[in-house]
Structure formats: structure tokens, C-alpha cells
Antibody
Framework: EVQLVQSGAEVKKPGESLKISCKGSGYSFTSYWIGWVRQMPGKGLEWMGI????????RYSPSFQGQVTISADKSISTAYLQWSSLKASDTAMYYC????????????WGQGTLVTVSS | QSALTQPRSVSGSPGQSVTISCTGT?????????VSWYQQHPGKAPKLMIY???KRPSGVPDRFSGSKSGNTASLTISGLQAEDEADYYC??????????FGTGTKVTVL
């Protein structure tokens, strides 16, 4: 069974750094792109970027380029999303999702990680 | 990359059909047959309902169907049921392994 399990909720202060994770199981982790999606409170889904764990090829949405870093450790089948300096506007639910066989759609999703940034 | 445009809300009575539109450009929706649709219930992760414009993953009822014409894709829910009340998002491939989501549509079952 394919599963993506994300790390737990985080409460941080502005300016702090953060790295959240997404662990894949039940499939060949290195053979599928993993993406990150933001959902701000009461708002829609936003495509942030994706990574191919096999070779760490990474693509970002122009809106998120330079704002976050996506990485992966294929030895432990885990993808990451990190911030070096959080802002209050980073408060959101973050989902990881697997890009399916045709690389055209997200077929499996993590449960989401809620990040709250508040002073 | 601008978000694809969807109506904010649509509604219908049980048993009726509703259609949600998703309008993009020739750089995304119109340029590829890679439009997908996701259903999201409150407090839950999104669920894939349609991929590659009109294909249904295993387990998705056949009352969900997708189509595309030019720069606009559509999701139709036939025989609307109470459990179909949710938010729906389209998503399109936009080249170089990037994608863009739609603005989202709330479906209300009256």
C-alpha cells in the first residue's frame, strides 16, 4: 500500500527555521516525483514545487523559488520542505503528494502538516 | 504562472448534474492533455478524481467525468449525491514538470 506520512504540526516564531518531512512507503521512492502543495487558512491549493528523489532534480513554482528549499534523502525514502526564516504569512497546511505514473497528476497525498508562525 | 480560473461555487439538488469549468491558457490547459481534478472535504487531504483530462482512477464513481475544449477543462458530476459536497480543484501541467492549480470551486448539494 502506497503511503506518504508527514511530520507533525509545528508552531514557530517569525525568523526561525523549519524543515518538515514526508516519508514514502509501499513503492519505489526513487522512481516517482514528490511535490509540495500549500493551503493557507480558508484558501485554495498552491503548487510549490517537486523533486525527483532518484537524482534530486527539483523544480519550483516562480512564486516559491527562493522562498523554500525542497530536498530528499533517498536512503530513508523521505522528502523535505524547509524554510530558513519563517514569516507569519507562511502559516498554512502543507501537503506532500506523489506524482503518478504519467507524471501528470498527484495520485497519493500525505495527511498534511500544519505550520503556524506567530510571535 | 497564474492560477487557473474556476467558479467560486456551484450547486445542485440530489440526482442533478453540475459542471465545473477550469480556464487556463495555451501554456497550460490548452497545451497539454494533462488536466487533473481533486476533491477535498473539510479538514481532509485532496483526493484525485480525474487525471489526463478524462480518466478515472480505480474506485472513483463513473458519475464523475472530465473533458476539455481549447483552454477550458470541465468536471461534470452526474447524479449528484450528498457526499459530493466538497471543494474541487483542477490542476494542469504547465511544462518542465511544473503544474498549476485552479482557484477552487465549492460544490453544494441543496
Amino acid at each position: 500500500e502506497v503511503q506518504l506520512v508527514q511530520s507533525g504540526a509545528e508552531v514557530k516564531k517569525p525568523g526561525e527555521s523549519l524543515k518538515i518531512s514526508c516519508k514514502g512507503s509501499g513503492y519505489s521512492f526513487t522512481s516517482y516525483w514528490i511535490g509540495w502543495v500549500r493551503q493557507m487558512p480558508g484558501k485554495g491549493l498552491e503548487w510549490m514545487g517537486i523533486i525527483y528523489p532518484g537524482d534530486s532534480d527539483t523544480r519550483y513554482s516562480p512564486s516559491f523559488q527562493g522562498q523554500v528549499t525542497i530536498s530528499a534523502d533517498k536512503s530513508i525514502s523521505t522528502a523535505y520542505l524547509q524554510w530558513s526564516s519563517l514569516k507569519a504569512s507562511d502559516t498554512a497546511m502543507y501537503y506532500c503528494a506523489r506524482l503518478g505514473t504519467s507524471s501528470s497528476s498527484f495520485d497519493y497525498w500525505g495527511q498534511g502538516t500544519l505550520v503556524t508562525v506567530s510571535s | 504562472q497564474s492560477a487557473l480560473t474556476q467558479p467560486r461555487s456551484v450547486s445542485g439538488s440530489p440526482g442533478q448534474s453540475v459542471t465545473i469549468s477550469c480556464t487556463g491558457t495555451s501554456s497550460d490547459v490548452g497545451g497539454y492533455n494533462y488536466v487533473s481534478w481533486y476533491q477535498q472535504h473539510p479538514g481532509k487531504a485532496p483526493k484525485l478524481m480525474i487525471y489526463d483530462v478524462s480518466k478515472r482512477p480505480s474506485g472513483v464513481p463513473d458519475r464523475f467525468s472530465g473533458s476539455k475544449s481549447g483552454n477550458t477543462a470541465s468536471l461534470t458530476i452526474s447524479g449528484l449525491q450528498a457526499e459530493d459536497e466538497a471543494d474541487y480543484y483542477c490542476c494542469s501541467y504547465a511544462g518542465s514538470y511544473t503544474h498549476v492549480f485552479g482557484t477552487g470551486t465549492k460544490v453544494t448539494v441543496l
